[in-house]
């Protein structure tokens, strides 16, 4: 089982901030994972990375950029916060098929 | 069209009873599959994986697969009011690598 690591576990911030969404996870997978879901709403992969420096866009369209620097870091940024930003965003990592899902973030853009 | 169907439910049992999730999927040469529990609020949480055709067992959990149906289940027994939650089935269609969730079925039980 992965150890996966999201900071914030909430955030408010008024718009046209800029955002940056962390998650870490020390199990070495490298595979990793963006899905957003909003409240009783089904869950769409946004971002994902095989491993460093990959980076992928999702199936749903998303304004935030990711990045893959190093194995255990994924962060997710949005560069100009809207209201349409707010959700719940999930950070996955795998080994081999198998997904574990961090505790979240849940971002309200006012 | 890659898509995992789920009844959204919500599915009603009562404590100690079998809750039955039913989840189709469209693409017959998928061969990865998944359970997760999601608490309102919380992250999904992985129950279960099953690859091969049959029953596959773990505690009180049990996942059934029929490929030929396109077709994976999940038995829940001794359902107990804790098990109250939002069950996603998600699948790795063939030749993907990404995993696709259904919609998810509410479960409540009422003891």
Redesign the interface.
């Known amino acids: 089982e992965a150890d996966i690591y999201q900071t914030p576990r909430y955030l408010v911030i008024g718009t046209g901030k800029k955002i940056t969404l962390e998650c870490s996870q020390t199990m070495g997978h490298d ?1 990793m994972y963006w899905y957003q879901q909003d ?1 009783g ?3 769409h ?1 946004i971002h ?1 990375s095989y491993g460093v420096n990959s980076t992928e866009k ?2 749903l369209s998303s304004e935030s950029t990711v990045s893959r620097i190093r194995t255990e870091h994924f962060p997710l940024t949005l560069e100009s916060a809207r209201p349409s930003h707010t959700s719940q965003y ?1 950070c996955a990592s795998s080994i081999q ?8 973030t ?1 971002l309200l853009v006012l | 069209q890659k898509e995992v169907e789920q009844n959204s439910g919500p599915l009603s049992v009562p404590e100690g009873a079998i809750a039955s999730l039913n989840c189709t999927y469209s693409d017959r040469g998928s061969q ?1 599959f ?1 359970w997760y529990r999601q608490y309102s ?6 129950i279960m ?1 099953i690859y091969s055709n049959g029953d596959k067992e773990d505690g009180r959990f049990t996942a059934q697969l029929n490929k030929a149906s396109q077709y994976v289940s999940l038995l829940i027994r001794d359902s107990q009011p804790s098990d109250s939650a939002t069950y ?1 089935c ?1 699948v ?1 269609f063939y030749n993907t ?3 696709i ?4 079925t509410r479960l409540q039980v009422f003891p």
Do not use: H, N, V
């Open positions: 595979k409240p709403m089904e869950l992969l994902y999702g199936d999930l098929e198998t997904q574990y899902f961090g505790p979240g849940r | 990865s998944f609020g919380k992250s999904p949480e992985l994986s996603l998600a790795i690598d990404k995993l969730f259904g919609t998810g």
